[in-house]
């Protein structure tokens, strides 16, 4: 039997990865896998620059779509993928090698996972996960400057002219398509309780 695909996206800082770690902790890695877009991301050199030559990495183009796509059908199909990790350009980060195997639960993650129709096809639950702006923005911050040591102006103006005009066209219009609505404005526990016994529901018929 074909993995339960499920798809999770949201804006930046919306907590994606928090929901993600979670059912991580509660389900062995025989039964539930990951796939993140993040590790898709091109090189910097084949990203597009905005008017004021600043590299923009929140825009559809700057991920390896087909390769994305590609892994994402064979691993629906019973095969293992083997992906390097992007690390955001730190680099006082070591990249790791990762190997994604088959599994009876397969998530796929990131910020246009929805945006394209044929991986959105694949997907047999679509969960949008909601934060207001200012906790998004917040988030951000705190990821970006601690995380991935990027410095507090540069989080700032990629915020305003990246992300969020971003967001707007690539992400918030495809919250309709999705099948559950996660509100992460202060918590997910209710939800990610339920998110919990569906899943294991589904591992039981697979």
Do not use: W
Request: net charge neutral; glycine share 4%.
């Amino acid at each position: 039997m074909k993995p339960y695909i499920i798809g999770i996206t949201g804006g930046s800082g919306s907590g994606k990865t928090s929901i993600i770690r979670e059912l991580q902790k509660t389900f062995p890695a025989h039964e539930l896998s990951l796939v993140s877009q993040d590790n898709y991301y091109k090189p910097r050199e084949e990203q597009q620059k905005d008017a004021n030559g600043v590299t923009n990495f929140d825009l559809p183009t700057c991920i390896h779509h087909e390769e994305f796509l590609k892994d994402m059908i064979a691993l629906r199909d019973g095969h293992s993928i083997v992906k390097q990790e992007y690390t955001f350009n730190n680099a006082d980060a070591t990249p790791q090698t990762i190997e994604v195997k088959p599994t009876p639960i397969l998530i796929i993650e990131g910020l246009f996972v929805f945006y394209y129709e044929a991986l959105r096809e694949l997907m047999d639950l679509k969960i949008y996960v909601h934060a207001s702006d200012i906790v998004k923005l917040k988030r951000r911050i705190n990821r970006d400057k601690v995380e991935r040591n990027y410095p507090i102006d540069d989080v700032l103006y990629r915020y305003e002219h990246h992300v969020t005009p971003a967001f707007e066209k690539y992400i918030l219009p495809y919250k309709k398509l999705s099948d559950i609505i996660i509100n992460n404005e202060h918590s997910y526990q209710d939800a990610l309780f339920v998110l919990k016994g569906f899943i294991r529901n589904q591992i039981t018929i697979r």
